[in-house]
Every structure is written in C-alpha cells, then in structure tokens.
C-alpha cells in the first residue's frame, strides 16, 4: 500500500529522508497528489509551484540540499509575503500584476535552510476582511477564517506541512483555530518583516502554521538562527495559568467555554495551578484602542491603494474612512494608553508568579462564509500588546475544530512552544477527554 507521507509534520519526515524509508521525490508527489484531489474544493492556493519545477530545482542542487537542515522539504507563504518572480497580489486586483524581484526575509531563511517554496496561499484583501476563495476543510460552506485563510487551510488538509502566515488583529490565530491546526504568532520584533507588505507597522507579526508544535520550533530556530533539537523534551514543572474566558469582548460560544473548563479541570489535575484572570477591563480597553489603532496606520499605509478607490472592496474603503477621521493626537493617546496597560500586564504577571494566559482562541467553530471570516475579538488584545501566542485545536463541536490559545510573556517564546508541546502531548493523545 502506498505510503502516505503527506498526513506525516515536516520533522518526522525529515526523519524519513535521514533513515532512507522515503525520498524527497515520493514525499513531494505525495503532497502534489493531495493537493490536485482536494484544492478544488479548498482553494487554499493562489499561485502553486508546477511538480516538475519543484523536482527540477532540487535536482539542480543536490548536494546542497540532502545536506541541508530541511533537506528540500516544502513550505508555502502568505500572499502578502513578497517571493521573487512569483506574484505577490495581497488579495488585490490593484496588484493583481505585482511581481517582486526579492524575497522577504522569512523566505530567504527558509530556502537558506534547505526549504523549497511550494507556492503561495491566499489572503484576505490586504489581510483585512473581504475573503478570497478559500473554504474551511472541514466543511466547505464555512469560513477558513481571515487573513491567512490560505495558508491555515493548506496545512490542516495536509496540503503543505508548514506555512507562513501574517498576524494584525487575529490573522493566524483565528484561521488556525477554525481550520484545525497549530497557529503561533512571535514576540513583536523576534521576526524581521523585511519584503512583507505592511498594514498596520504597529500592530504587524510573522506567524506560522503547522500541523505539530515541534516543527512550529523548528521554523522558529532556522529563522533566528538558533540551534536545532528536533527531540521532544521531558515534562516541564508545574505552571500557574490564568484562564481568560472572553466573555468580557462578546458572545462566546457554550461548547468553546466548556472546552475551556475540562482544560482547566485537567491541568489542576496534572498538578498545575489555574488562577483568574483579573485584567478584564484592561483587555476590553486594548481591544478597542487595537481596533483604533489599526484603522489609523491602515488609512496611512494604502496611500497608493486609495488612488484606485473603486478597486477597494467595502470592507476596506471603510476602514480608511475611519481611519482618516482619528486624529494624530488622539492616535498617540491610543499608544501611550496601551504601553500602560501594557505594563499593568506585565506587573500583575509578576506579582500573581503567573505563567501563562489560557482563553478561547476563538468566539467558536468557524461561522458560515455568508457571515464573514469570524470575529477577531480574541486577538485584538494581545496582539497590541505584542505577546507571543499560540493557538492549539483543543475542542470540536458540530464536527468543526476549535483551539483554545496560550499566551505568553514577551519574549518567552520558548518557554511558550515547550508548554504548547506539554499540551499536544497530553490533550491530543487518543485517551484525552479533549479533541473528541
């Protein structure tokens, strides 16, 4: 029977490519084969490379790429992500032409390490709310999420093992929970953006998607330059969590609540020490200064774009209006009230010995494509204060997958990824009164 390398993460198929059970031929036909039998109806792509160009170009190097760290492996990028001579539309037909000559940063590392770009997954417009074609893999009459709608959805139909995605309000953290895969978003500013297209300079983050938190760590290091260890570690002393419901910012779906409390009940029973979280009002204060942010630095960032108005969607042109209508002196406000609240966080961390923030990493399961993309209430807060996150599937309801999301302290990404590990080992075994 043929083996099915796609449904394999990337570093467990690194281990094939080290033992000699595969090679880099049969793992890539094998995705190739899943996405020519499922893409049709997900639509996760906006520009795939041809196989035999895939084949051709590690044919041509090798040497160099059997002795690489990913040893010719694929990933796939956001459409927002600039990849030399291939297009670069952002979702726009504004750009539907945009061919860059450079790859951003993130790009050139992963090739660097032996990656091999598969192609590119679609975007929401300019990674903001009008959806692309992309339908959520678990039913195709529901949103994917937005805005890396594309890149979530590829992965969790095992399309691509990993993919790059893009973060300003809930851009990877909602598509990841909808979609059913790992979704992390860094520290502000542990990633370059360098040839990524900017919406909101303040508010912008790198992602990545993944099927195993393992290969999330592994992206991670190539990219900072860190050493690799593809071993799991050992289990981690106990933690202090603070659990989040959400229900400060909207309605938040029973099943999702209740997956959060059976998460809680486990974690004390593992020894661990769940707390509450006392901040409500400062989150429901930073959701709505993120929102007034974003518009702001998005109504000064698609300068260009409002010269071709009639090509923007609604959505769009709606945010530049309101965008237009803050004022700078209020727009300063808005930051120098959020780096306050900032600090209460990170205050109330310390004196509480806190350790991490467990809360919905969504209102629910994805709604229908006719209601939108999804509510970004979740995110909006943490993304201001530019927290690592990471969203792990965690709950179904409907038979739609639901992720519940940690967040960490700045700059503790690894510290983050190692308990995201704890929890995918533990909650995600066949045994666990989670995912069922």
Known sequence: MKRQWFKLPLHQLLHALHSGQASLPEIVASF???????????GAWQYLIDQEDYLAEYESRSDFYKASPLMGLPFAVKD???????????????????????????VTAIKAAGGILMGKTVTTEFAYFQAGKTNNPHDAERTPGGSSSGSAAAVADFMVPVAFGTQTAASVIRPASYCGCTGYVGTRNEFSLRNIQPLAQSLDSLGILSNDVLDTLLLRNLLLHKPLNLAAPGTQSSSVFAMFTGQALGEVQ????????????????????????PLQDSIVELTSLHAQIMAYEVARNLVYEQQHHDSLSAHVQSLIRTGLAFPYKDYIAALRRADTLKQRLLDWFEQAGADFILAPAAAGIAPCKTDGTGAPFMSRAWQLLGLPVVSLPLGYAQKMPMGLQLIGKPHQDDDLLLQALQFQQHFLSTDSVLAV
């Open 32 to 42: 190739y084969e899943r996405i020519a039998l499922r893409d049709d109806k997900i």
């Open 254 to 277: 029973d099943k999702m609540l209740e997956t959060l409390q059976a998460c809680q009940q486990d974690l004390i029973g593992q020894g661990h020490q769940c707390v509450d979280f």
């Open 80 to 106: 927002v992500i600039d990849t030399a001579g291939i297009p670069t539309s952002m979702g726009s037909a504004i750009h539907q032409d945009r061919i860059p000559d450079m790859d951003a940063s993130c």
